[in-house]
């Protein structure tokens, strides 16, 4: 934490999600819940009544986007979670056993490593269907490969270290040595992979419902952005209807590139000397030359 803190762009980043997590918190509890019917007048302009004005079916904006932050930021989180167990569990697997079984995993996570990220996050929500849980598995099977390749790297390090071998020295299976000697070991790069890939979940979820394919059964920033451009909201001049869902995501996907750029800074032991080095008082003077005699 008080690297965290010493981060200017982690202390950036973490202020950022406070907000948008406070408003996702609590903010249904002040603005009440989405009215489907409508129950004021359609396309009102921003008033004291209606900061954001109301959208074509009569609903106010502001409640709409308070909404959106709360499913955006849970679609981030959860699907970004299944994809780093599922990454994290084939990643270890794979580069601790090694032999065949890296071979066909390996195999298998290319496979999904070189379809296009959205077309295979459009092909299954079109099978699946359109609602929140369906958009959370779509999103979490299409993101993990990435995370399975870093993982296995690092598992393949650890596994050579000697408390493994004393570990398998004492008699602990494969099982047991995965899970309380690898993966408290590659946990740092667990943290920091997950904390980028919850901004490229929340991209994602946003692309797929302003295609027309993500949940339908409630409402994101990424479905207000559809509904607008499918109103005409940019053609009519209604900002208002589409701008600020679009700087939530912005600002959102910011947020967590710059604390996963923080927590890879800070886990990193080489990236942090290199930026305590960097950071340090220049005084013009050669400190070997100054140097005692006898201690150069």
Do not use: C, K
Not at 47 to 68: E, I, Q, W
Not at 82 to 92: A, E, P, Y
Not at 114 to 137: D, E, K, M, R, S
Not at 207 to 216: A, C, H, K, M, Q
């Amino acid at each position: 934490m008080r690297s965290l803190r010493a981060s200017r762009q982690g202390t950036i980043g973490l202020l950022i999600l406070a907000v948008f997590a406070l408003i996702a918190i609590l903010g249904p509890f002040v603005v009440g819940e989405i009215d489907r019917a409508g129950a004021f007048a359609s396309l009102q302009d921003p008033s004291a009544a209606h900061p954001l004005g109301t959208d074509r079916a009569g609903r106010d904006l502001v409640t709409l986007n308070v909404h959106g932050a709360r499913v955006s930021l849970i679609v981030g989180v959860v699907a970004s979670l299944l994809s780093m167990i599922i990454g994290s569990g084939v990643g270890i697997i794979a580069g601790y056993l090694g032999g065949r079984v890296d071979f066909a995993l390996m195999r298998i996570t290319d496979f999904f490593y070189v379809l296009p990220t959205l077309v295979l996050a459009l092909v299954l929500a079109a099978i699946l269907g359109p609602n929140l849980l369906n958009v959370i598995i779509v999103i979490g099977i299409a993101s993990w490969p990435g995370t399975a390749r870093v993982i296995r790297s690092q598992t393949l390090s650890v596994r050579e270290r000697m408390f493994v071998d004393r570990a398998r020295a004492f008699g602990s299976g494969n099982a047991r040595i995965m899970m309380r000697q690898v993966l408290p070991n590659v946990f740092g790069l667990v943290l920091a992979n997950t904390t980028l890939t919850i901004a490229g979940a929340i991209f994602l979820e946003t692309t797929l419902s302003f295609l027309g394919v993500g949940p339908r059964d409630t409402y994101s920033w990424g479905r207000i952005l559809e509904e607008s451009f499918g109103a005409g909201a940019l053609t009519l001049g209604r900002w208002a209807w589409f701008v600020p869902p679009g700087l939530a995501v912005v600002l959102v996907v910011l947020a967590f590139t710059m604390l996963g750029a923080a927590f890879d800074e800070i886990l990193d032991p080489r990236l942090r000397s290199r930026e305590a080095y960097s950071s340090g008082p220049d005084t013009g003077v050669d400190e070997a030359a100054t140097a005692l005699p006898g201690r150069a």
